[in-house]
């Protein structure tokens, strides 16, 4: 079974800064993706961003970015120049790859709270 | 184009009652998910649905049952409603032979037993 850690429940960073999230998973399969969602108060989880582990080069969407370390399993979410609107629960995610309908489902992090201060 | 549904938004029963959620996935979306959202065990997996079918399934028990019709909008029941249950239910759509590019996630049901 595959397990996500978000080890940072709750951060905070002033407006226009550069904030980065941890997540760090757990996996014996070798094609997998990777994702960032996030979950402002109006309860909808928005997807930010997404790895695919086969890729070596890192994902980057406008302000966000991703740091991804195969061998240590690590995917951080970089986000640059940080605004208010940034300020959400944000869930690291692992779906494992499969070429037909199987045992894929997203697995989640238990969240980090980004507060953007102005 | 439109997003993924969920109705209705917020949602009140009494332990014992049954409930049923609906979620309407984007246009062309054939593939639904379920997840559960609680403060205490985060986001867990319910079930998939793909041409009316359940190809996966969480680890809920069986009060938790899910159907998805032919116009793909899909829905989920729990019977025997426990205080436990209280949570937010998140619907997810996607592509199927797509899944990696991600899923579209609805605005959830909030669900409260009392």
Redesign the interface.
């Known amino acids: 079974a595959q397990t996500v850690t978000q080890s940072q429940p709750e951060m905070s960073v002033q407006e226009a800064e550069t904030v980065t999230l941890s997540c760090t998973y757990d996996t014996s399969e070798s094609n997998y ?1 990777l ?1 960032w ?1 996030k979950q402002p108060p ?6 930010v961003i ?1 790895q ?1 582990a086969y890729k070596q080069q890192n994902a980057t969407e406008n302000r966000f970015s991703v740091n991804f370390q195969k061998a240590a399993k690590s995917f951080s979410l970089k986000i640059s120049d940080s605004q208010l609107g940034d300020t959400a629960m944000y ?1 690291c995610a692992f ?1 494992k ?1 499969m070429s037909n ?11 980090t709270r980004l507060t953007i201060i102005p | 184009k439109a997003g993924v549904t969920q109705t209705p938004r917020y949602l009140i029963k009494t332990r014992g009652q049954q409930v049923t959620l609906s979620c309407s996935p984007i246009s062309g979306h054939r593939s639904v998910s379920w997840y559960q959202q609680t403060p205490g065990q985060g986001l867990q997996f319910l079930f998939e649905y793909f041409s009316e079918t359940q190809r996966n399934k969480g680890n809920f028990p069986g009060r938790f049952s899910g159907r998805q019709f032919s116009n793909s909008r899909s829905e989920m029941n729990v019977s025997t409603l426990e205080l436990g249950d209280s949570a937010l239910y998140l619907c997810a759509s996607s592509l199927a032979r797509d899944r990696g590019n991600g899923y579209t996630f609805g605005s959830g049901t909030r669900l409260t037993v009392v």
């Open positions: 993706y994702f969602y109006s309860r909808q989880m928005i997807l997404r695919e869930f779906m790859h309908f199987g045992n894929e489902k997203l697995t989640f992090g238990t969240g």
